[in-house]
């Protein structure tokens, strides 16, 4: 319920006198369970689907060759016809990484 309500982990703790350890795990069990509903409400294969990828992290350097890509943060993502969007962040952004994904 604490999780519901927006309630920091420590609070949540002294609220229920539970560790903070604990309440942790929980909060991180939550996210982990709403992130594979999401994952799956969004990945039924219906429809077109717009795929792309990006990179986040330190700006690009004047005067350097390339793209700009080097230290930075791959990220995908899908957007579905319905405005529904999926991100995520890949290791890779070869054909290979991003298959499964697809």
């Known amino acids: 319920m604490h999780f519901c309500e927006d309630i920091p982990a420590p609070k949540a703790a002294r609220l229920t006198g539970i560790s903070r350890n604990t309440v942790n795990r ?11 509903r999401q994952y799956k409400e969004v990945m039924r294969p219906s429809g077109e689907i717009y795929v792309d990828e990006s990179y986040f992290g330190a700006r690009r350097v004047r005067g350097k060759r390339g793209r700009g ?18 991100v995520t962040v890949v290791a890779s952004v070869s054909r290979a990484a991003l298959l499964p994904t697809i």
């Open 69 to 86: 890509a080097s230290g930075k943060i791959p990220v995908f993502g899908l957007l579905k016809r319905d405005g529904k969007v999926l």
């Open 26 to 36: 929980y909060y991180n069990t939550f996210r982990e369970h709403i992130l594979s």
